[in-house]
C-alpha cells in the first residue's frame, strides 16, 4: 500500500499547487504522511455529511474539490461545525486534501470533466492565459432549449435545475463551459464569440448586462446550472485518473466517487408571483 505522501505526490503532480490562485487554500489539511491508504473518496464539499460518508466507507483519505478552510482559521474546535470535520476525520485516521483552482485551471481539469458530461468536444481553453474554461464545439447543430435539455439530462439533479437566457430557438454550434462561478468570464466569452456560455452562480447584473450586449452584436445564449452540479463530473473524472496512477504503480487502490448531493438549496418552488 503506498503512503499518503506518496499519493498526494501524484495528485500535486496532476493539480500542481502553484497553479492555484493566490487567495485559494489547496493542498494537505490533515492527515499523517507516512499513514497507508487504501480507499479514497472524492467528492465536492468537505462537509460533515460527505466526512461522515468517508468514515462509513473506511476510507483513508479524502478528496475534496471545495477548500474547508478558505479563509483561514485561529481554531479547529469541535464546537464549530468545520472542526468537527477535522476531528471526524482525524480520529478515524482520514487524511484531507483539497484541489481547488489548481484543479479548475488544469488540463485535464473541472471544465474538461463538464464538457465531457455534456459530451462537448473541447477545442481550447476558455482564458489562454491561466487554461481556465473551456470552448467546445457541438457534434450537430441544436437550439439553446435542446442544449439546456442536454444539460438538464445528463447533469446531476439540484433542486435549481438549469435556467436560461436569450432566445430558446437560436441555433448553437459552438458554445463555452465553466464549472463554477463564471459571470467574471464575460469578457472572455465575448472574444471567443461562441454561441453559448454553460456556467454556474450566473447573477442578475452580469447576465441583464451580457444579453443586453448580446442585443447589439452577436447573440449570446446563457445556461446557468447549480455550482455542485457543474463541478461533480471532475470528481468521477479526477477518480479515473487516481486509478490509472494506482494500476501504473501496483498500488490497488479502491478509489470511490461520493453521490450525495451537497449542493446547498434542498428544493423549488414556482408561484404566480405578486402583482406588478
Known sequence: MPRLSEVIAELDALWPPE??????AVGTVCGDPDAEVRRVLFAVDPVQEIADEAIALGADLLVTHHPLYLRGTTTVAASHFKGRVVHSLIKHDI???VAHTNADTADPGVSDALAGALDLRVTGPLVPENGLGRICELDQPETLAEFAARAAKRLPATAQ???VAGDPDMVLRRVAV???????LFDAVRAAGVDA???ADLR???VSEATQHAHRSQPLGLVDAAHWATEWPWCEQAAAQLDTISDRHGWDLRVHVSKTVTDPWSSHHT???APN
Do not use: K, N, V
Open 19 to 24: 497553479r492555484a490562485e493566490q487567495w485559494d
Open 95 to 97: 487524511a484531507l486534501h
Open 161 to 163: 435545475g438549469i435556467r
Open 178 to 184: 465553466s464549472g463554477g462561478s463564471g459571470d467574471s
Open 197 to 199: 456560455f454553460l456556467t
Open 204 to 206: 442578475h447584473h452580469p
Open 271 to 273: 408561484s404566480p408571483g
